[in-house]
């Protein structure tokens, strides 16, 4: 009885949730991916067009979607795995606030940064992922 639970095999139950969570997010991602593409192509992000600014948000559409599928999936999953994801989050959330700080402070001792969100960003979704690697390994 007890080998059954020591087992690392996901059980059907976890497969179906897992499933679910792969069609819902995966077309938010191909939706995001192609207002992206659209939006950097056509867009004019650099042009003098007040409709610029109207097109740099244009993608944050297909974003709510994927909001969307890992708040389901966080309601689907059992409490051990709301917990580990949640550690997850927790872990790319301090990262990206702390790099958050560090570049305030930099800019207030007179460095100037060209793309600083996309740094931020990149940092929260490392800690994110490197969170919830050391955490699922626990």
Sequence with gaps: MTSKLDRDDRSAGDRSIARAYQREFWPGIGAYAVVLTAVLL???LDGDSPWRFAWAVLPVIP???IVRAVLRHARRIDEYQRLLL???LGGGFAVAMVASVTVAFL???????VGIGWIIYA???L???ITGAVVGRR
């Design 42 to 44: 056509s867009g004019g």
């Design 123 to 125: 940092a929260g979704m």
């Design 86 to 88: 949640l550690q997850a």
């Design 127 to 129: 800690g994110w992922i």
């Design 107 to 113: 800019e207030i001792a007179g460095l100037s940064f």
């Design 63 to 65: 974003g709510l979607w």
